[in-house]
C-alpha cells in the first residue's frame, strides 16, 4: 500500500512508521519538522501542516490511505477531513485515545475522579474529533483507542481487540504497548474490520 502518515516524527507515529516498514508498504511521513529523521527503504518525508487544507491536500494526493498520528489538541479534526477529501484519499485511520472508552455503560474514562486533570484537554479533544468521525458519511475512516497506559514497550504480537468499552487485563491493569497497537493499527489498514467505527486493543 501507499500511505500518507501524519505526524510520523512522533512516539506512536515513529512506531507506526517501523511497523509499515517492515511490512513492505511505501510510506510518505508528514510533520512539521523532517530535520531530524533518517532515510529509510520505501520511505519519502514531506514537511506539512495538516491543519491547512489547501497546503496538506498534494502532499496526500494518491496515497491509498492518510493515517493521522497527531494531538488532538493541536488538531482541526474538520480541516483533517476536509484535507483528505480534497486528495482524493477515501480512507482515513486515525491514532485514537482511551479517554473516550467506557468503564461502564454511559461512562467515560475521562470522567471518572481519577482520571488525571493534566491528561483532560487532549482526551477531550480526541472526543471531539471522534464525534466529528462519527457524523462523516463519506470517508471510510477508521479510530483505533490504546489502553489506558500506552507506552513503549514489546513488539509481542499477542493482545485484545474490543469496541467501546476500555480493555481489563487479568492483572487488573488496562494498558498496551506501542510496538503492539502499530500491529494492530497496520493490520486493520491491510486488512479493514471496522470501517467507520472506533474500536480498541489491549492485553
Same mark, same amino acid.
Request: charged share 25%; proline share 5%.
Given at each position: 500500500? /501507499?500511505? *500518507?502518515?501524519?505526524?510520523?516524527?512522533?512516539? +506512536? =507515529?515513529?512506531?507506526?512508521?517501523? !511497523?509499515? %516498514?517492515?511490512?513492505?508498504?511505501?510510506?510518505?511521513?508528514?510533520?512539521?519538522?523532517?530535520?531530524?529523521?533518517?532515510?529509510?527503504?520505501?520511505?519519502?518525508?514531506?514537511?506539512?501542516?495538516?491543519?491547512?487544507?489547501?497546503?496538506?491536500?498534494?502532499?496526500?494526493?494518491?496515497?491509498?490511505?492518510?493515517?493521522?498520528?497527531?494531538?488532538?489538541?493541536?488538531?482541526?479534526?474538520?480541516?483533517?477531513?476536509?484535507?483528505? /477529501?480534497? *486528495?482524493?484519499?477515501?480512507?482515513?485511520?486515525? +491514532? =485514537?485515545?482511551?479517554?473516550?472508552? !467506557?468503564? %461502564?455503560?454511559?461512562?467515560?474514562?475521562?470522567?471518572?475522579?481519577?482520571?488525571?486533570?493534566?491528561?483532560?484537554?487532549?482526551?477531550?479533544?480526541?472526543?471531539?474529533?471522534?464525534?466529528?468521525?462519527?457524523?462523516?458519511?463519506?470517508?471510510?475512516?477508521?479510530?483505533?483507542?490504546?489502553?489506558?497506559?500506552?507506552?513503549?514497550?514489546?513488539?509481542?504480537?499477542?493482545?485484545?481487540?474490543?469496541?467501546?468499552?476500555?480493555?481489563?487485563? *487479568?492483572?487488573?491493569?488496562?494498558?498496551?504497548?506501542?510496538?503492539?497497537?502499530?500491529?494492530?493499527?497496520?493490520?486493520?489498514?491491510?486488512?479493514?474490520?471496522?470501517?467507520?467505527?472506533?474500536?480498541?486493543?489491549?492485553?
Amino acid at each position: 500500500m /501507499k500511505i *500518507a502518515l501524519i505526524g510520523s516524527s512522533g512516539r +506512536v =507515529g515513529s512506531r507506526l512508521l517501523a !511497523e509499515m %516498514s517492515r511490512r513492505g508498504h511505501e510510506v510518505t511521513g508528514i510533520a512539521r519538522n523532517t530535520r531530524d529523521v533518517s532515510p529509510q527503504a520505501h520511505l519519502t518525508f514531506r514537511s506539512a501542516d495538516a491543519n491547512q487544507p489547501s497546503r496538506i491536500a498534494p502532499v496526500l494526493r494518491g496515497h491509498d490511505a492518510v493515517v493521522s498520528a497527531m494531538k488532538f489538541a493541536a488538531t482541526d479534526p474538520h480541516a483533517v477531513i476536509a484535507a483528505v /477529501k480534497q *486528495a482524493a484519499v477515501k480512507r482515513l485511520m486515525v +491514532v =485514537g485515545g482511551a479517554g473516550s472508552l !467506557e468503564v %461502564s455503560p454511559g461512562v467515560l474514562l475521562m470522567d471518572t475522579a481519577d482520571f488525571p486533570d493534566a491528561y483532560k484537554p487532549e482526551a477531550a479533544a480526541g472526543r471531539k474529533f471522534l464525534g466529528v468521525l462519527r457524523d462523516e458519511k463519506e470517508l471510510d475512516w477508521t479510530f483505533l483507542s490504546p489502553s489506558a497506559e500506552f507506552v513503549p514497550g514489546e513488539r509481542t504480537g499477542t493482545f485484545r481487540l474490543g469496541h467501546d468499552q476500555l480493555l481489563i487485563g *487479568a492483572d487488573g491493569k488496562s494498558w498496551i504497548s506501542m510496538e503492539d497497537y502499530a500491529i494492530a493499527f497496520v493490520d486493520e489498514l491491510e486488512t479493514p474490520r471496522h470501517t467507520r467505527q472506533r474500536f480498541t486493543v489491549g492485553y
